[in-house]
Structure formats: C-alpha cells, structure tokens
Nanobody, 124 residues
Framework: HVQLVESGGGLVQAGDSLQLSCSVS????????LAWFRRRPQRVREAMAR???????TYDDSVQGRFTISRDSAKNALILQMNTVNPGDSAMYYC??????????????????WGQGTQVTVSS
C-alpha cells in the first residue's frame, strides 16, 4: 500500500529557504496526484501546491512565485522548495495523495493517503 513520509522541516529565519521532501513508497511518485498541504495554528488545512500525474503544477496564490513543487524520480519523492519564507508560512506541512483520481484538486477530502507531517517554523 502507498505510504508517504515527509522530512525537511525545521526552524528558519524570515527570508531563508527550506526544502521539504515527501518520500513515496508502494507506488511511483508519478502514479497519482500529489499535493502539499499545511495547517497553521487555528486554521484549517490548506492546499499549497499540487502536481498532477502528467506533471502539471498548481499553486495557491499565497505561495505562487515563492514555492516550487517538483518530483525527484531518482529518489521517488515529491519536493517542495520554499523560498523567501515568512512567519506566516509557519505550519505543519503534510504530503497527500489522491489515489482515486482522475482529477488533481485543492480539496482536502479527495486525498486519501497522508503523511505524518513535518513542522516548519519561521522566526522574524
């Protein structure tokens, strides 16, 4: 069965860069729509970026131009490159897969496989 394991979170300063990785097992990284969500304190979980099976990325407006989602086929991992982070990016970041398809949306309820999350904290 498909499993997702996130890594790369930590404490950084505003303006820094950080790279998150989601290791995929039980499938190839290009098998399903994969997405990065985050949950900020006292907020609902939000979709930040997602990549369709055919490799098309989509971003939330709040991270467009700062975050980049990509696939590392050699490592079978989904990558989130976070640049110019700010305190508002502090959150628990989750990797998720929609294994039922066929679309690739921002709707949390459609994602059926989730990682355990990795914490990102940005100090000002």
């Amino acid at each position: 069965h498909v499993q997702l394991v996130e890594s790369g979170g930590g404490l950084v300063q505003a303006g820094d860069s950080l790279q998150l990785s989601c290791s995929v097992s039980g499938a190839t990284v290009s098998s399903y729509c994969l997405a990065w969500f985050r949950r900020r304190p006292q907020r609902v979980r939000e979709a930040m970026a997602r990549m369709s099976v055919d490799g098309v990325p989509t971003y939330d407006d709040s991270v467009q131009g700062r975050f980049t989602i990509s696939r590392d086929s050699a490592k079978n991992a989904l990558i989130l490159q976070m640049n110019t982070v700010n305190p508002g990016d502090s959150a628990m970041y989750y990797c998720a897969a929609d294994t039922k398809g066929p679309g690739c949306t921002e709707y949390e309820a459609l994602y059926d496989i989730w990682g355990q999350g990795t914490q990102v904290t940005v100090s000002s």
